[in-house]
């Protein structure tokens, strides 16, 4: 019996039925030689008291000398008491990170993966977990076998959706809808940060022991910085004047104009029920907002608008939407079509929510009160906090509210820290509604901004 060399494995011819060569240096190794001509490495071994055989790989893919050390590597394992035929079958049953992704969607769709608060799930959120899912982790890692991931490969991902490996156009199912995805660090950051939560799920369904996502530093998305200036609040005002004159944009100018004077979510005002409004207690009782039940203080600019909309309007949304009792459907396209080639093109509805919180803290609130007003995760303790303070709160809402819509309607005033005396409060809120009051509107309004 030779030992197994190239020249040997080269030379081995076929037969009608495969048969062995065995290594004389290491017993227990040989090369199976196939009817077809293919030869493969193979160690012969007993385990448990039976006789079992397992394949290393194909001859031409390992040499002799490979085959051998792998060979004695494996004998080393049978000797502690592994068994590599049972750990290839466990490893072929493996699950792969896209099956642990369907396992996690099933659970997340079914409301049983709680986000903030011990909460389910939004369905926004979920929207954007498949989004993240199928754009991003899917098609870097989605072959991957859970349990052979590790930090590196978490690295890896991070990496490559920073430098917009997974950028593309993908089509969303509506009639010539489709969805451009981007990279970016905010798109990293957050999709390891999907991939790290689905990967301590998987940990608590026992399918791997720890989450290699752990500890993996994500970068810090993009802080949000940009809020509107005194002069920009004045020409948001000019344009939604001109946009106002348009039949076609009038709810959504007023639906801007309400995030504009409230701090709210773009979400929460389209959604927003007439059973949610509370003109009495000037407070909007949010029954689902971002944070859960919410109640967000309002300001007598809203009070009034709601108070007169309410009189017209009988559906259930305070911006109802076409014929049928639905919430307002067009608002991005008619947002994007307002603001097209304006000076402030570059606002989002976050920018109306974070300017509505700067121009609060610039007038001398606190951060509670602040978070209080906007229903931000900070005041994650007003629900007491309101109900308790609920006169310093409006007038806080009124003061803020009254603050910008002098703005958005050209009435230029000083502007001054709050008082905390509240003799001090109420004279500095009465002064600048006076002279609100009598503020003219002569600013010309440019129109060609509208799209045709």
């Not at 959120?125 to 349990?147: E, F, N, Q, W």
């Not at 940990?203 to 509107?228: Q, T």
């Amino acid at each position: 019996m030779p030992k197994l060399t190239k020249r040997t494995a080269d030379s081995a011819k076929a037969r009608e039925t495969d048969y062995f060569i065995w290594d004389t240096e290491l017993p227990g190794l040989g090369l199976r030689v196939y009817p077809s001509g293919k030869r493969s490495y193979v160690i012969h071994y007993r385990f448990a008291g039976r006789s079992r055989r397992f394949t290393i790989g194909l001859h031409g893919f390992w040499t002799p000398e490979l085959a051998r050390h792998e060979a004695r590597v494996l004998f080393g394992k049978i000797a502690r008491g592994e068994d590599p035929s049972e750990q290839r079958q466990l490893n072929h049953k493996a699950i792969t990170v896209k099956e642990l992704c369907g396992r996690y969607l099933e659970d997340l769709n079914a409301g049983l993966i709680m986000g903030k608060g011990g909460r389910p799930k939004k369905p926004t959120t979920i929207a954007s977990d498949v989004g993240r899912i199928r754009r991003h982790i899917i098609p870097l890692v989605g072959t991957r076998r859970v349990k052979d991931l590790t930090k590196a490969d978490i690295n890896k991902v991070l990496k490559d959706v920073i430098a917009g490996k997974t950028n593309g156009s993908f089509k969303t199912g509506k009639l010539r809808g489709k969805s451009i995805v981007r990279g970016g660090v905010g798109a990293a950051s957050r999709t390891v940060g999907l991939l790290s939560g689905i990967l301590t799920y998987a940990v608590g369904a026992g399918i791997i022991e720890a989450n290699p996502a752990h500890g993996i530093r994500r970068p810090k998305d993009n802080i949000r910085s940009r809020r509107l200036s005194d002069a920009e609040y004045q020409t948001l005002g000019s344009i939604l004047r001109a946009a106002g004159k348009n039949d076609r944009y009038r709810m959504t100018v007023e639906i801007i104009r309400q995030l504009v004077l409230t701090g709210c979510r773009r979400s929460e005002m389209l959604v927003l029920r007439w059973e949610e409004v509370d003109i009495e207690a000037s407070c909007l009782r949010l029954a689902d907002s971002k944070e859960g039940a919410s109640v967000r203080p309002i300001g007598l600019p809203v009070v009034e608008y709601l108070e007169e909309r309410g009189a017209k309007i009988s559906k259930t949304y305070v911006f109802p939407g076409g014929e049928e009792d639905n919430s307002f459907g067009s608002f991005p396209n008619h947002w994007e079509k307002i603001f097209w080639n304006t000076a402030l093109a570059d606002v989002t509805p976050h920018v109306l929510r974070h300017s509505f919180a700067s121009v609060a803290n610039d007038l001398g609130f606190t951060e509670s009160t602040i978070a209080a007003l906007i229903g931000h995760s900070r005041g994650s303790v007003t629900s007491k906090y309101i109900h308790t303070l609920d006169a310093a709160l409006i007038m806080a809402a009124d003061t803020i509210s009254g603050y910008i819509e002098g703005l958005l309607d050209g009435v230029e005033f000083k502007q001054t820290s709050y008082a905390l005396d509240r003799g001090a409060r109420k004279a500095t809120l009465a002064r600048f509604l006076k002279k609100m009051s009598s503020a003219r509107d002569d600013a010309p309004i440019p129109e060609e901004h509208l799209a045709a």
